[in-house]
């Protein structure tokens, strides 16, 4: 279905359909109805509020927080073993030095760093998904020794909230509306 954005083409199109009747318009008089049709008193108007659609410059696209970690070792019995992310990266400046990685299930993708100056240890991290009632359930199935998370109602919400070795917290949550 065509909206005001398409006016020019509609208008063309009303005028070659009058054409091909035996009647004639100017493509100013086609603009003129067209701007009519849809509730406007004129042409300028309707181009005016097409002009004004331009999408803005701005988008944001995704985010990736950045985890404060301490111990390589526990980071992937969690983050790999209990949640079920995968390495999708790692990046170190030389032999011995910080751990710098990405790590991801899904969509979701997280940034465990070793580096001091990168994040605070107990940061809080929402995140809003679909099937948290699977997803807490394979947790509880891992029988992780360190946590067993439950599945809370709090308000519109289903929530279930994690807490890594290095005390950063993760809820994640999924509206009951669907």
């Not at 950045?66 to 983050?79: L, S």
């Amino acid at each position: 279905m065509r909206d005001y954005r398409d006016a020019k083409a509609m208008a063309k199109a009303l005028k070659e359909a009058l054409a091909a009747n035996g009647s004639f318009i100017t493509h100013s008089e086609a603009l003129e109805i067209v701007a009519r049709q849809f509730g406007l008193p004129s042409w300028n108007v309707l181009s005016a509020k097409i002009g004004g659609d331009e999408r803005p410059s701005i988008a944001f696209e995704r985010v990736v927080p950045i985890v404060r970690i301490f111990d390589v070792a526990k980071a992937h019995e969690f983050y790999l073993g209990f949640l079920g992310f995968k390495v999708d990266w790692e990046h170190r400046y030389g032999d011995n030095f910080p751990l710098y990685t990405q790590v991801s299930r899904g969509e979701l993708k997280l940034h465990l760093s070793e580096h001091a100056g990168d994040a605070t240890p107990g940061g809080n991290m929402c995140v809003y998904m679909k099937g948290i009632r699977a997803f807490q359930a394979e947790l509880i199935a891992k029988n992780y020794r360190y946590m067993k998370p439950g599945l809370e109602e709090q308000e519109e919400m289903l929530v279930t909230e994690v807490t890594d070795p290095f005390n950063n917290r993760i809820r994640f949550m999924e509206s009951k509306a669907g």
